[in-house]
């Protein structure tokens, strides 16, 4: 229907007024200190009484999780079945995956380790890890968190077992566009499977990995030849950034060409660009959408830069780490 999303809209347009700006992120880069940039956010509204009562000192991640834990009660309260969101929420139930099976595994489980938002109940997922017995788990997880967690245990590897599960989110992120009737689910998951296949490529490159590695690990997608991409990586990274500068995603060589680094800077750009066309929609579940991930940008945006003022590192370096704001 296509009045369904109408109000839910109209209250993220209000929240949108209240989003971190360009301008706003300077003046955070401004401040002299991390409590006078910690301030600065609590006078935009960021923290909880809690938080409040800490005093200048307080540990900002606790900050940056109120936050999260706000946006998450505001999209229950929006929309009562949250299936459309799930090719966004998808990396938190992977995340979570991945911490409860390595936090088991080494007996350092512990709530820091876990994203709040997700479709999979912690304390369920936990249970699930200490039991064995993955069953309960949505079915696209069941598999991988068993082969994962086997994986890990007999062998010790955390990096195969990061690669099981991150290959596992990539193909549960594809069905999920493939799957969805709104266009900005549809372009969001073709760009976050394109853009995971061009960091394979380009990590696997610089780490000499073999054909059979990037061959396992990509996931075919419709703006890539991902044989074409194995085929490069093998040659080199000048071959490999050449084949780039012919496909949709030829804004990325300058980043990479730069350092490698600089290639989630790119990566997150890139979704604000696709988000910001949501503006002008009033009527679907875009706007919705593009607002969460807005909101999630500006709460990693944040995180870079106090943890920056925290560690005393010079604003130049922290400004080269900052990300295009959807404000």
């Avoid at 209240?18 to 992120?25: A, G, N, R």
């Avoid at 099976?101 to 479709?119: A, N, Q, R, V, W």
């Avoid at 997608?221 to 071959?239: F, H, P, R, T, Y």
Wanted: with cysteine.
């Amino acid at each position: 229907m296509k009045g369904q999303y109408t109000y839910a809209v109209a209250r993220v347009r209000a929240r949108e007024l209240s989003l971190l700006s360009e301008q706003d992120v300077s003046r955070l880069m401004d401040c002299e200190s991390y409590e006078e940039c910690v301030n600065a956010l609590r006078d935009n509204g960021w923290g909880d009484e809690t938080l409040d009562a800490k005093g200048p000192d307080c540990d900002y991640q606790l900050m940056l999780k109120a936050e999260e834990r706000r946006l998450w009660q505001l999209v229950t309260e929006l929309v009562a079945d949250r299936a459309p969101f799930r090719a966004i929420l998808l990396p938190i139930d992977y995340h979570n995956l991945k911490a409860a099976i390595k936090g088991y595994i080494t007996e350092l489980l512990s709530e820091d380790l876990f994203m709040p938002g997700g479709t999979v109940d912690i304390s369920s997922l936990t249970k699930c890890i200490e039991k064995g017995d993955f069953s309960n788990l949505p079915q696209e997880m069941v598999e991988p968190a068993r082969e994962a967690f086997e994986k890990l245990l007999h062998t010790g590897d955390g990096q195969l077992c990061d690669n099981i599960i991150d290959k596992a989110l990539l193909n549960a992120i594809k069905a999920e566009g493939e799957g969805s009737k709104a266009g900005l689910i549809k372009a969001y998951a073709e760009f976050f499977v394109a853009s995971a296949d061009i960091k394979i490529a380009l990590r696997g490159q610089a780490m000499h990995k073999g054909r059979e590695f990037l061959s396992s690990a990509l996931i075919a997608c419709d703006s890539l030849d991902v044989k074409k991409l194995v085929e490069v990586a093998m040659m080199g990274q000048a071959d490999l950034l050449e084949y780039l500068e012919v496909t949709p995603y030829a804004d990325v060589v300058p980043f990479v060409a730069e350092s490698l680094q600089r290639f989630d800077i790119w990566r997150d750009n890139r979704i604000i660009e696709l988000i910001r066309a949501e503006k002008y929609d009033c009527f679907s579940i875009g706007p919705i959408i593009a607002y969460v991930l807005a909101r999630q940008n500006e709460i990693k945006v944040a995180r870079i830069i106090l943890s920056g003022k925290l560690n005393r590192v010079e604003n130049g370096l922290i400004k080269e780490r900052v990300r295009m704001m959807y404000a």
